[in-house]
């Protein structure tokens, strides 16, 4: 009986791969229709109206009375895969050339620099199919904002001087991730795939691809490409703000209808995306990390059309599943993987369905065993999983997720309504995600035929593999070769289903969602519960108004970060509680109940978050396992040789990565690097943790923090529990003071890197150790005013480099600034002076900064500190961060608006010069391989006062300053 199955399933999948699949996308699904209302969620206080202009431009308004910033979001259907050949990365570029000028605003920087005015930000990103572009900012300048916005689409300048210099750019952004992981390992699956696809092009582009050459200037490229795609009929926009719908039909229509249209619309690739040699093959793939994973791509059809019935999604959550009896657990307690995950992507002509592992030593050495393992789980969902329970339970969550739904801000309402616009018709714009309105065996049936060895790109990534080719851009080893007959037949056999289980009917899944009567309404968190080293806050919900609460507890320890060794424990420890949980929380995260762990160099913390009708039973679970961890000796090794694999990792992250963690290290005590937590590590026995866990527990101090649908006392009631879990046999203790440290020599402090890099990296922090409120608001009104020149004069203008960033920053309560670019260019001292000459550029600019221009820079910074919270998960962030910074009057943000409102225009020059002169910064830099044979580096190495190993900078050249 069990191999006449498979032999149908066979039949099935060689007929069905014996046809193209590519015809299967219909776009869009449904007609738009003005009179369809957009279906929203009973919670959705917000109005949506559909329109589409005279030009094809598709249009949802969101009107919000409560949104104190306003958010637009145009989406291109238009992405990377219409790159002509010879011009791979032009549809990126083009993205890049958009914010450099237009017809009516035409000087450069000028769209940033009045977002930042006004408490704004932009941004935007190329995909394979889609463009978007994207920006939020107050909401009494939305409308002049959106304004330029929509000059992007209608008559940009591509000024040539820019396009020589912002391909720079580009290709900046494609040297920066020239060595990362994912980077490369995309680029060797594009090339073993079918080449005539699009989806198979280099999409991020670089100096070469994109050259002028004698018939084809970049510049005449770049416009045809905008007049052919930039059509209203490929766009579709959103818009969210304050204003009634009518209002902002009017705006989007006396500023949209101008946008051209040629008529044309997105059409699905034609060509396979694999060659039937591309099928049935595994492809080994040599990563820079020290990294093991094993994923598995199944192309199919796209299922867009089937958003209904979501057949794919049926199938990735029960193979995702880590409870008892999954195919995580059983390749978990074989000690193979480390994780396992389960999803589907692809562009508007198929999709590939994956199945993701990491791989445990023993699991490389086995990936057979590992990938039969996953196909006898499939073969038991086809056997046994195709009920309606498993569809019931996803369309439960479903329905109690939307009907609860809560806001986030607007940008991303934005963006997510502008790319839902292509695919869905308006009414569903808001609710595909959350509809399963018919669960469908005949379509899971055949997504499941498609699943099968003859299908499958077995792609294997680790240090050793044997490759005999390298991808040229990323220059990446990699092989490919088809799979073996012996390999065929261990996949089809059962040898181990019989250790698996589909999983049983969720327990976790909400049905009690009752809001809880208001029994006292305090404006702000209270301590209901206190006793020595014990404190539980409590501040019951009465604005969101859904049936969730959030309680997170944080255990303060002095063992928990006094050196390299006991911070390393306390990383493992809270890695083998995540690990102990596994299949007993797992069900209650599906159900919308998300619990967490979490490792300071304070202690370590828990919480739970989400429907709050079985959230202490979860949450005491968790606290009985933190007191009374099991160690599980194969769990032990794997995790401790996961963190030590990680930390060894680091030194592969891009070089302004590694240079922030090392200004961490410098700046905050009980903060070690990467390398010595590894050290620390390897020694460490299962008696070692024990030990470690038993002293961690014998003084501590706890807070804990009760907020949303719960009501006072039952958060007394939780809190002597707690008490009596965490505190019967532990002494009370006050948490020391956090400590920062401050630059106090008199001159810069030079921490250099040794990183394997061509790019350089440069990072300077200016903290200054006066906590005063004055302080801190000036240095925000800094923030606010640097941020868009120190950009536009470094990328834009310079082309140094693609990661640049200058702000303001904060460490606990000290303020100051900081510099940073990341550069192919030039090396770190360069940097330094290019940086130096902004100041004096900049001191210039402050010079003849106006009045008014300094009132809407302090419009925009207040307008900014006032945002208010949009759903609950932010206001007990917001309630937490406070409670963690002692600052239990909550007011902290209102206190510096007090402070900002006092500032003047004439403040900021002087505090300016202080805050670059008087204040000695601390410089992280390395100088990348391609400028290491500059006068520059060779000074560099002869001067002895820089730094160059862990540990700098902790005599009397550093202040540490209480906090």
Not at 174 to 186: C, H, L, P, S
Not at 520 to 534: H, K, N, T
Not at 848 to 875: H, I, M, P, V
Not at 933 to 940: I, L
Request: proline share 4%.
């Amino acid at each position: 009986m069990e191999q006449n199955k498979l032999n149908l399933v066979a039949v099935i999948v060689a007929t069905t791969l014996g046809t193209s699949f590519v015809g299967c996308s219909t776009l869009p699904i449904n007609v738009p229709s003005a009179q369809q209302e957009i279906i929203k969620s009973q919670n959705d206080e917000r109005q949506y109206r559909y329109l589409q202009l005279d030009n094809g431009l598709k249009i949802v308004l969101v009107s919000d009375l409560k949104a104190d910033k306003a958010a637009a979001s145009l989406d291109v259907h238009i992405g990377h895969m219409a790159d002509p050949k010879g011009r791979e990365g032009l549809s990126h570029f083009l993205e890049h050339m958009l914010f450099l000028g237009t017809e009516k605003y035409p000087k450069v920087g000028e769209y940033n620099e009045f977002l930042k005015e006004n408490g704004g930000w932009s941004n935007a990103g190329t995909g394979q199919e889609h463009t978007n572009y994207y920006f939020e900012v107050n909401e009494d300048s939305f409308d002049q904002a959106l304004d330029r916005f929509a000059q992007f689409f209608i008559s940009p300048t591509f000024d040539p001087q820019y396009v020589e210099r912002e391909k720079n750019a580009v290709d900046s952004e494609y040297t920066m991730k020239i060595k990362d992981d994912a980077r490369r390992i995309r680029e060797v699956l594009k090339e073993t795939s079918n080449q005539a696809h699009p989806a198979s092009q280099f999409s991020v582009g670089n100096l070469a691809t994109l050259a002028d050459r004698k018939d084809s200037l970049l510049i005449d490229d770049l416009k045809k490409q905008y007049q052919q795609y930039y059509s209203a009929s490929r766009m579709a926009l959103s818009v969210v703000a304050k204003e009634d719908l009518d209002t902002l039909e009017a705006s989007v229509r006396a500023k949209f209808s101008q946008v051209p249209s040629n008529g044309s619309v997105s059409t699905p690739a034609q060509e396979q995306p694999f060659l039937p040699e591309q099928l049935g093959v595994k492809i080994n793939i040599e990563p820079m990390k020290d990294t093991r994973t094993l994923t598995l791509y199944f192309p199919v059809p796209t299922s867009q059309q089937y958003f209904k019935e979501k057949p794919l999604t049926l199938i990735s959550d029960l193979l995702a599943n880590e409870g008892v009896g999954s195919l995580y657990s059983y390749l978990k307690q074989q000690g193979l993987i480390e994780s396992l995950n389960s999803y589907y992507y692809g562009p508007d002509d198929f999709e590939q369905f994956t199945v993701a592992m990491t791989l445990t030593e023993a699991g490389l050495a086995q990936y057979d065993a590992v990938t039969q393992a996953m196909f006898s789980y499939l073969r038991l969902i086809a056997e046994q999983g195709l009920k309606p329970l498993y569809f019931d339970e996803l369309r439960a969550i479903a329905k109690t997720n939307f009907d609860f739904q809560e806001k986030y801000s607007s940008a991303n309402t934005a963006r997510s309504i502008a790319s839902q616009l292509h695919y869905y018709a308006p009414q569903y714009v808001l609710n595909s995600d959350f509809i399963y309105e018919r669960f469908s065996v005949e379509l899971v049936k055949k997504y499941l035929a498609y699943l099968t060895p003859q299908n499958m790109r077995q792609v294997i990534v680790a240090k050793g593999l044997a490759t005999d080719k390298v991808q040229a851009q990323y220059n990446t080893p990699y092989a490919i070769a088809p799979l073996s007959e012996q390999q065929f037949a261990l996949y089809q056999a059962d040898d181990v289903k019989k250790a698996f289980s589909l999983p049983k009917a969720n327990p976790f899944i909400a049905t009690n969602l009752t809001l809880k009567a208001l029994i006292q309404d305090s404006q702000l968190p209270e301590v209901v519960f206190e006793r020595a080293g014990f404190k539980l806050w409590h501040k019951q919900d009465s604005e969101f108004l859904v049936p969730k609460a959030s309680i997170n507890v944080q255990i303060y320890s002095p063992l928990a970060g006094q050196d390299a060794a006991s911070r390393a424990k306390n990383f493992l420890y809270n890695a083998l509680l995540k690990d102990s949980l596994t299949e007993f929380g797992y069900p209650a995260k599906q159900a919308g109940l998300n619990y967490n762990l979490w490792s300071t160099n304070q202690g370590m913390g828990f919480g739970a978050n989400g429907y709050d009708e079985k959230q202490v039973d979860l949450l005491l679970t968790i606290n009985q396992r933190v007191r009374h961890l099991t160690i599980n000796p194969a769990a032990f090794e794997l995790h401790k040789n996961r963190l030590i694999r990680a930390w060894g990792n680091a030194k592969f992250n891009r070089p302004y990565s590694q240079g922030l963690s090392v200004l961490g290290e410098i700046q905050r005590n009980k903060v070690f690097a990467p390398d010595q937590l590894a050290q620390a590590l390897t020694a460490v026995s299962i008696k070692d943790l024990e030990d470690y866990i038993v002293a961690f527990h014998q003084q501590v101090e706890i807070e804990v923090l009760a907020h949303g649908n719960i009501q006072r006392a039952e958060s007394e009631r939780l809190a002597q529990t707690l008490y009596k879990l965490n505190m019967t046999d532990s002494a009370a203790l006050t948490r020391p003071a956090k400590e920062v440290r401050v630059n106090i020599s008199g001159d810069a402090l030079i921490r250099e890197l040794d990183i394997d890099h061509d790019d350089s990296a440069l990072i300077m922090s200016y903290v200054n150790p006066d906590k005063s409120l004055r302080t801190r608001a000036l240095y925000a009104m800094l923030g606010s005013v640097i941020n868009a020149p120190f950009f536009k004069s470094i990328r834009t203008e310079q082309q140094l480099g693609y990661i640049v960033a200058g702000r303001s920053t904060s460490i606990e309560e000290l303020s100051g600034l900081y510099f940073l670019i990341q550069s192919s260019k030039v090396g770190p001292v360069e940097l330094t002076r290019r940086v130096e000459q902004f100041f004096v550029d900049f001191e210039a600019q402050l010079t003849a900064l106006s009045d008014a221009q300094f009132a809407d820079y302090k419009d925009g910074l207040l307008k900014d500190l006032a945002t208010k919270d949009k759903n609950l998960n932010e206001r007990t962030a917001h309630y937490w961060a406070e409670i963690n910074s002692r600052t239990f009057s909550f007011d902290s943000d209102k206190q510096l608006m007090a402070a900002v409102e006092q500032l003047k225009a004439q403040d900021l020059l002087p505090f300016f010069k202080h805050a670059v002169a008087d204040i000695k910064p601390f410089v992280v830099r390395s100088f990348g391989k391609a400028h290491r044979d500059e006068v520059d580096y060779q000074q560099s190495l002869a001067d002895s006062s820089i730094c160059r190993g862990n540990g700098c900078f902790t005599g009397g050249e550093t202040q540490s300053v209480l906090m």
